[in-house]
Every structure is written in structure tokens, then in C-alpha cells.
């Protein structure tokens, strides 16, 4: 027997969120289910803040409930070097070794090696205008070192390379082994690959 329509459309919906499956995302619903309409009213109301408040930082990319998020508009920060991610999540992860300083561009997804075409998805022409307005001394790629990472790494340096061959392009390298995600890198060996990155 099936699901009545509103539980399989929010199992549906559910399935679509990274590393959900169709079990997980019906114990989500039950669970919503018996936790009664205050716990579904505080979902809704977050999802709800969530969509009408958080957009794209104009200059980084990143989210934020601003037209120019926080590190963007600070200042004190060095303006002449941009650090780039392939996710919003690599900022804070990023931000909390203490260790940088500078700003972020992020690329919203990296581009995958047995698709070359997938770098048009990303907001890498919006990088190329930042590097050539904005006079950027050094462009860090801190993508995870793995197959897609690595790809999205050297097409990057070669688009770089042709705006600016004077450009210093650096990489995090010491402590990230092959494979690494950076999402789940400790502080200290994150820190440690930010003090020791190297130029190619």
C-alpha cells in the first residue's frame, strides 16, 4: 500500500537532500509525524526564513543574509589575496584556524573530471573579473585533494595564468592527503596546509 500523497511527496522531497535515501527520508517524516505540529511549525518557519533572507554575496559568492556578506565588506582584511572554495562550508572551516586573513571566492561546486563542461555551472568568470579588477597579488585554491578537486584546481590555474602570467597561484598542500575532504580537515593540520601552501 502506498503513502498517502502529502507523506510521499515530503519522502520525495526529503530523497533529494545529499546522502538521503528513501529509509532516511521516511524516518524523517514519521518523525516530524509524531513529534506533533510544534516541531514541524519551527521546520517550516526556518525553511521559510531561510529562502525570503539568505542570498548570494555579491562579490563572494558566499551566503549571506546581506547584499555584501561580513568578510567582503571588512576592511581590515587583505583586500589583495582571495582564497577560493568549492563550497560555502569551506569559509567557516576555513575562518576557524585563524591563519587567513584575506578574502574568498566561492565556486559552488567543483568541475568533474569525466565532465570538463561542468566548469560552465561554476562561478569561475565571476572569479576572472574579480582577479583582474581587484589587482590580486595571490589566488590560494583550497579544494579538496581529490579527483574533481585536482581537475578544478589546474583549470583554474590555467585560466588565471592566461588573465595574469605574473599571477602567484598557490596551493594547500602539507597535511591534506590525497583524497581528503576539507570539510572534515582538523584545525591544526588545516592551519598547517594554509601557513605551508606552495606555488607551482
Not at 526556518?46 to 562579490?59: M, P
Amino acid at each position: 500500500m502506498a503513502y498517502s500523497s502529502p507523506i510521499e511527496n515530503l519522502i520525495q522531497a526529503f530523497s533529494k537532500l545529499p546522502s538521503v535515501g528513501q529509509k532516511t527520508a521516511e524516518r524523517f517524516v514519521f518523525y516530524l509525524l509524531k513529534s506533533g505540529k510544534k516541531d514541524v511549525a519551527q521546520l517550516t518557519l526556518a525553511l521559510k526564513e531561510l529562502i525570503q533572507n539568505i542570498k548570494s554575496c555579491e562579490q563572494c559568492w558566499d551566503f549571506t543574509d546581506s547584499e555584501i556578506c561580513s568578510v567582503c565588506s571588512d576592511r581590515s582584511r587583505d583586500q589583495s589575496i582571495i582564497c577560493v572554495v568549492s563550497e560555502p562550508q569551506g569559509v567557516q572551516v576555513i575562518e576557524k584556524t585563524n591563519e587567513y586573513n584575506g578574502l574568498y571566492h566561492v565556486l559552488r561546486g567543483t568541475i568533474r573530471a569525466d565532465d570538463i563542461d561542468s566548469h560552465k555551472y561554476l562561478k569561475i568568470d565571476e572569479l576572472m573579473k574579480r582577479i583582474k579588477l581587484q589587482k590580486t597579488k595571490e589566488i590560494v585554491l583550497a579544494m579538496n585533494p581529490d579527483i574533481n578537486g585536482e581537475t578544478t584546481m589546474m583549470f583554474l590555474e590555467n585560466q588565471i595564468k592566461q588573465l595574469d602570467p605574473g599571477a602567484k597561484v598557490t596551493r594547500l598542500v602539507r597535511g591534506l592527503p590525497m583524497g581528503a575532504d576539507l570539510h572534515y580537515a582538523d584545525e591544526i593540520t588545516l592551519a598547517s596546509a594554509l601557513k605551508n601552501r606552495i606555488e607551482n
